[in-house]
């Protein structure tokens, strides 16, 4: 076995390249010409410089000016490199405009072929680590063997024209380690918020009572114990008592890369009691421990590799269990002692540094509201002006998502929360009766309800649920189908039609990935994008950047589904009060008009109340946003501080948001601004001067002015 002091000398031979190149690896230069005699511009791109950082130490500055969508800027260090030894190489990234970055793509070349691996699209300002493993990368033609490298790679795709600088330093590459964990925050070292990165109980969210309606209960029963740990200083404790729901751990999805053909699984695990069984189980095997008061390691062997995988750890009765130095690792033995991932001290590092703190708001605004109902019936329809109508007026549609309802006491919570709008996953299992069920109490509630049909539902159950409900008070509109792709894009055409025909009174529209920003079917453009913490909360504004423009000629609303929970699938956490504001801020200014959180109940206390606060404030400005009146030109001196002015009934509004994970000061400037001004929700004023004044942006941090009407 490989020991960490051996591997560290290792890492230290490898953190060079091993032919040719720059001293100090492939991003560390003197100078702007010692870089260029090693970095090749290609499909004309431009060169590279040298540029130094505030602290004075020096990076590789990559110049990209994208002159539209999909093109591309590509560089190549031309050196040759054996990796065959390697197991990951590891450097830093930092941008400025990185959100113009749709695809970021590394590459090793050979002469036969290449070796490629996708990194984050959209890079932050601050300085981020990424680490590839290199037998994740997939190929292109017929590589040569990673002994036979010639040159390395870095290639972006833009999401739109504009200019943008890519900074990399930090090049390492580390060998490959026999006993490496590849399971993230096994020993549950990383958290934010009290919540372990990487871990969560399963599923989107919470949506089971009673935990949905009181999620402080799930907390206190399902938390992180810094008192007790077998390796470091924190473990996860499940206390599953009887009269409630068991609950588990579930790992988000990684996978082994190609050299990992089998390999095994462990845990410590220890209990409250003598006999308590627990279940381990990856990727189909699965086993059952019994476990007592002292630390006993849990192993499953014998996994095969596959796609996506997760580990689940499974009390199979009540009682206090803690767990801690989770393993996942190649072959066919578990090491006693806990590895941590490579990843995991770069990720401990990041997730650090991130802002779990709320936009500045004051008192009132943060204790959020409660719907209550009856709703009545309303008339709706889309006006000439791609505006959704709600008894003539122009309606702001701010929906929770709930992909099932496993109670009906669910929707009374949501009410509670301060959603006027639900959006519900009707899946082929609901029958008309149960969903009519639905309805009623949504209506009793207070909720509008967009019903999401599930596309599995047949065509006749579809048209059922449509006559039986077409005239129901609680409906908002017809949500017809989800992310189609392939052959299902005629079906999703389809049931817009008949949705249209059965109901012509209430809008039907379909659901589209990404990859699918222009011409859309229905009466509504939708997206979805959930970038944290993988990517930027620009990633989500971006996609309705661009449905807007496809959206406005053929006068339709623009809605945006958006990242609410996280601790599942590929989300390792969810997105912070902070993240979740810009998000939201940023797809208003660029132009939606509906929005929706997906799903079910979020885990932190933290995003539960941003998105309470979020429902008083989206309803506060959403009269501003609607109104056709034409509003001053409103401008900023910070690229990354999205702002724009409307006005309605004589008040101008400027909401500002900054998009970006650093503070700034922004100059912001709007004819219409004199003497001091309200910063809405704060409790506090700014004073303007001749049209311009100054604020302070936290990170991702929102603002909303309003200047009263002139007397």
């Given at each position: 076995?490989?020991?960490?002091?051996?591997?560290?000398?290792?890492?230290?031979?490898?953190?060079?390249?091993?032919?040719?190149?720059?001293?100090?690896?492939?991003?560390?230069?003197?100078?702007?010409?010692?870089?260029?005699?090693?970095?090749?511009?290609?499909?004309?791109?431009?060169?590279?410089?040298?540029?130094?950082?505030?602290?004075?130490?020096?990076?590789?500055?990559?110049?990209?000016?994208?002159?539209?969508?999909?093109?591309?800027?590509?560089?190549?260090?031309?050196?040759?490199?054996?990796?065959?030894?390697?197991?990951?190489?590891?450097?830093?990234?930092?941008?400025?405009?990185?959100?113009?970055?749709?695809?970021?793509?590394?590459?090793?070349?050979?002469?036969?072929?290449?070796?490629?691996?996708?990194?984050?699209?959209?890079?932050?300002?601050?300085?981020?680590?990424?680490?590839?493993?290199?037998?994740?990368?997939?190929?292109?033609?017929?590589?040569?063997?990673?002994?036979?490298?010639?040159?390395?790679?870095?290639?972006?795709?833009?999401?739109?024209?504009?200019?943008?600088?890519?900074?990399?330093?930090?090049?390492?590459?580390?060998?490959?380690?026999?006993?490496?964990?590849?399971?993230?925050?096994?020993?549950?070292?990383?958290?934010?918020?009290?919540?372990?990165?990487?871990?969560?109980?399963?599923?989107?969210?919470?949506?089971?009572?009673?935990?949905?309606?009181?999620?402080?209960?799930?907390?206190?029963?399902?938390?992180?114990?810094?008192?007790?740990?077998?390796?470091?200083?924190?473990?996860?404790?499940?206390?599953?008592?009887?009269?409630?729901?068991?609950?588990?751990?579930?790992?988000?999805?990684?996978?082994?890369?190609?050299?990992?053909?089998?390999?095994?699984?462990?845990?410590?695990?220890?209990?409250?009691?003598?006999?308590l069984p627990v279940a381990l189980?990856?990727?189909?095997?699965?086993?059952?421990?019994?476990?007592?008061?002292?630390?006993?390691?849990?192993?499953?062997?014998?996994?095969?590799?596959?796609?996506?995988?997760?580990?689940?750890?499974?009390?199979?009765?009540?009682?206090?269990?803690?767990?801690?130095?989770?393993?996942?690792?190649?072959?066919?033995?578990?090491?006693?002692?806990?590895?941590?991932?490579?990843?995991?001290?770069?990720?401990?590092?990041?997730?650090?540094?991130?802002?779990?703190?709320?936009?500045?708001?004051?008192?009132?605004?943060?204790?959020?509201?409660?719907?209550?109902?009856?709703?009545?019936?309303?008339?709706?329809?889309?006006?000439?002006?791609?505006?959704?109508?709600?008894?003539?007026?122009?309606?702001?549609?701010?929906?929770?998502?709930?992909?099932?309802?496993?109670?009906?006491?669910?929707?009374?919570?949501?009410?509670?929360?301060?959603?006027?709008?639900?959006?519900?996953?009707?899946?082929?299992?609901?029958?008309?009766?149960?969903?009519?069920?639905?309805?009623?109490?949504?209506?009793?509630?207070?909720?509008?309800?967009?019903?999401?049909?599930?596309?599995?539902?047949?065509?006749?159950?579809?048209?059922?649920?449509?006559?039986?409900?077409?005239?129901?008070?609680?409906?908002?509109?017809?949500?017809?189908?989800?992310?189609?792709?392939?052959?299902?894009?005629?079906?999703?055409?389809?049931?817009?039609?008949?949705?249209?025909?059965?109901?012509?009174?209430?809008?039907?529209?379909?659901?589209?990935?990404?990859?699918?920003?222009?011409?859309?079917?229905?009466?509504?453009?939708?997206?979805?994008?959930?970038?944290?913490?993988?990517?930027?909360?620009?990633?989500?504004?971006?996609?309705?950047?661009?449905?807007?423009?496809?959206?406005?000629?053929?006068?339709?609303?623009?809605?945006?589904?958006?990242?609410?929970?996280?601790?599942?699938?590929?989300?390792?956490?969810?997105?912070?009060?902070?993240?979740?504001?810009?998000?939201?801020?940023?797809?208003?200014?660029?132009?939606?008009?509906?929005?929706?959180?997906?799903?079910?109940?979020?885990?932190?206390?933290?995003?539960?109340?941003?998105?309470?606060?979020?429902?008083?404030?989206?309803?506060?400005?959403?009269?501003?946003?609607?109104?056709?009146?034409?509003?001053?030109?409103?401008?900023?001196?910070?690229?990354a501080v999205m702002a724009k002015?409307?006005?309605?009934?004589?008040?101008?509004?400027?909401?500002?948001?900054?998009?970006?994970?650093?503070?700034?000061?922004?100059?912001?400037e709007l004819p219409a601004a004199?003497?001091?001004?309200?910063?809405?929700?704060?409790?506090?004023?700014?004073?303007?001067?001749?049209?311009?004044?100054?604020?302070?942006?936290?990170?991702?941090?929102?603002?909303?002015?309003?200047?009263?009407?002139?007397?």
């Open positions: 076995m490989i020991t960490r002091l051996a591997l560290a000398a290792l890492i230290a031979g490898l953190a060079m390249p091993l032919a040719g190149g720059a001293e100090g690896g492939a991003f560390s230069y003197p100078d702007t010409a010692a870089a260029q005699a090693h970095w090749q511009p290609q499909f004309g791109s431009l060169p590279v410089r040298v540029e130094a950082q505030p602290d004075g130490a020096l990076c590789l500055a990559l110049d990209a000016d994208f002159a539209a969508a999909k093109a591309r800027a590509c560089w190549d260090w031309v050196v040759p490199l054996d990796l065959s030894g390697a197991g990951r190489i590891c450097f830093e990234m930092s941008a400025t405009s990185g959100g113009l970055a749709e695809t970021i793509m590394v590459y090793f070349g050979t002469p036969g072929g290449w070796y490629a691996s996708s990194t984050r699209p959209h890079v932050p300002e601050a300085w981020t680590p990424c680490t590839l493993n290199l037998g994740g990368f997939g190929t292109e033609d017929t590589p040569d063997g990673w002994d036979k490298v010639t040159r390395f790679r870095f290639s972006v795709w833009s999401s739109g024209p504009g200019k943008a600088t890519f900074r990399l330093r930090g090049w390492r590459v580390l060998p490959a380690d026999p006993a490496e964990n590849l399971l993230l925050n096994g020993s549950f070292e990383i958290a934010g918020a009290g919540m372990p990165y990487a871990w969560g109980s399963g599923h989107w969210g919470v949506g089971d009572l009673p935990w949905a309606a009181d999620m402080d209960l799930w907390r206190r029963h399902w938390h992180l114990d810094t008192a007790v740990a077998k390796h470091g200083t924190t473990s996860l404790c499940l206390e599953n008592t009887p009269e409630l729901p068991l609950l588990r751990a579930v790992s988000v999805w990684f996978t082994p890369p190609t050299s990992a053909a089998t390999a095994v699984l462990s845990a410590w695990l220890r209990a409250d009691r003598d006999t189980a990856c990727g189909g095997p699965s086993t059952t421990v019994e476990v007592g008061t002292d630390w006993t390691q849990a192993v499953l062997a014998g996994i095969p590799r596959g796609q996506q995988l997760l580990v689940s750890v499974t009390p199979k009765a009540p009682g206090k269990l803690w767990i801690d130095a989770v393993q996942f690792q190649a072959g066919a033995q578990a090491t006693p002692e806990f590895h941590a991932a490579f990843e995991d001290d770069a990720l401990a590092r990041r997730e650090a540094a991130v802002d779990w703190s709320p936009p500045r708001r004051n008192a009132a605004t943060a204790a959020g509201r409660s719907v209550t109902g009856p709703v009545t019936a309303a008339r709706t329809a889309i006006d000439a002006e791609g505006r959704f109508l709600l008894d003539g007026q122009p309606y702001l549609q701010h929906s929770f998502g709930l992909e099932f309802v496993s109670d009906p006491a669910v929707l009374d919570a949501v009410a509670r929360y301060g959603f006027r709008d639900l959006c519900i996953q009707i899946h082929e299992t609901v029958t008309t009766a149960q969903l009519q069920a639905i309805f009623d109490r949504c209506a009793a509630a207070g909720l509008r309800l967009i019903p999401w049909m599930d596309g599995r539902q047949s065509r006749e159950q579809f048209r059922e649920h449509i006559t039986a409900l077409r005239r129901h008070p609680a409906l908002l509109c017809w949500y017809v189908y989800d992310e189609p792709s392939g052959d299902r894009f005629a079906e999703a055409d389809a049931r817009v039609a008949l949705a249209q025909e059965l109901d012509p009174d209430h809008p039907a529209f379909v659901n589209y990935l990404p990859d699918r920003l222009e011409n859309q079917t229905g009466d509504i453009y939708s997206t979805d994008v959930y970038p944290i913490p993988h990517g930027l909360p620009a990633d989500a504004i971006g996609a309705v950047r661009r449905m807007v423009v496809a959206a406005t000629p053929e006068h339709k609303p623009v809605w945006m589904w958006l990242q609410g929970t996280g601790y599942a699938y590929w989300m390792a956490r969810e997105p912070t009060p902070r993240e979740l504001s810009c998000m939201v801020y940023g797809s208003l200014l660029a132009g939606a008009r509906g929005l929706y959180y997906f799903a079910q109940v979020p885990r932190t206390r933290e995003c539960l109340a941003e998105m309470r606060a979020l429902c008083v404030e989206v309803d506060t400005v959403a009269p501003a946003l609607c109104s056709l009146t034409p509003a001053p030109t409103m401008r900023c001196d910070q690229s002015a409307f006005t309605r009934d004589g008040t101008v509004w400027a909401l500002a948001v900054n998009t970006q994970g650093q503070p700034r000061t922004a100059r912001l004199a003497g001091p001004i309200e910063v809405c929700f704060e409790d506090r004023r700014v004073a303007a001067v001749a049209g311009v004044w100054q604020d302070g942006f936290g990170p991702y941090e929102r603002h909303v002015y309003r200047l009263a009407p002139a007397r």
